[in-house]
């Protein structure tokens, strides 16, 4: 286990006796949403996994010491204190929060790492980052990280606030594998189907599972991205969507924002313009992803059987 790190005691366990644990990140807690609806969604992601039979590993930084599985006050601290005075981290925040002792909520790419260094092998998010509407200079490092690190990331899609078709671009140039987890097309998110291809469809856990130990196999340095579609039931209609996306993403350029600050701006920005109903779909994903990545975690442990 990587000394680095800080373990909680029940991630540690689990760890060493080869059961199957689930990595959750930090920034949509800070970052993502408002408090306290941050904080409800996290524990009702550590929840789903749970119900699963899996450990929950929720991600972060405190006083630069980076912790994988934040118990609930931890949690707590972190929701409580939002985008003030937590660092959202990439991979190039991480050397500053953990070198300067502050404190940072991860991104997928600052999770993919700190989860890979200590052997977890499935991560549940919401949206990942991608290459921005507008502004196909500005890459996420989540696309990035997706090529050098192999780990099994299950999100719902990319939000539709990214150009999808670019993003997928990128992540084929990677080497990432974008599956289909019983849908045929890449989510988007708040809606279930942008109309874009995948590379294959699965419909198992197993059969995700087959896929990372294969790449495993093979000693292929990448991660593999698993994409679940929204809930049907919690889905916004993609004309609202795209409305609400449009609106916010030219208010962003209008205010001459760009950086790591787009992402959340566009977010609370599309937040108000849906009257809330953003949220319903955004947590409605999560906590789906949440008990499919559970499930893809145990399956992959079956593969390993139980080291
Ligand atoms: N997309 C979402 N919700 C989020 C994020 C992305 O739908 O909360 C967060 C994730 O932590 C993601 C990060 O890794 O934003 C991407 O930021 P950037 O675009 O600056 O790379
Ligand atoms: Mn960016």
Known sequence: ?????????????????GS????????????????????DTALAMESAIRAEGAIPATIGILDGQIIVGLDQPQIERLAELGQQGVRKCSRRD???VTGLHQHGATTVAGT?????MAGIKVFATGGIGGVHRGHPQDVSADLIELGRTPITVVCAGAKS????????EVLETQGVPVIGYGTDTLPAFYSRSSGLPIDQRVDTPEQAAAVAAARDRLG?????????????ADA????????????ATRLADEAGIHGKEITPFVLGKVLELTG????????AALVNNAHVAAQIASAIAQFYGGE
């Open 1 to 17: 286990m990587n000394q680095e790190l800080h373990y909680s005691d029940e991630v540690r366990a689990a760890l060493l006796a």
């Open 20 to 39: 199957p644990v689930v990595a959750l990140e930090s920034t949509l807690i800070t970052h993502g949403f408002p408090y306290p609806a941050n904080l």
């Open 94 to 96: 991480l050397p500053i």
């Open 112 to 116: 993919m790492i700190a989860a890979h």
């Open 161 to 168: 606030i990214l150009d999808l078709p670019l993003t997928l």
């Open 220 to 232: 292929l340095q990448h991660g593999t991205l698993v994409t679940v579609p929204v809930p049907e």
């Open 236 to 247: 916004l209609p993609v004309d609202e969507a795209e409305a609400a996306i449009k609106e």
């Open 276 to 283: 809330g109903r953003s949220q319903t779909a955004n947590i």
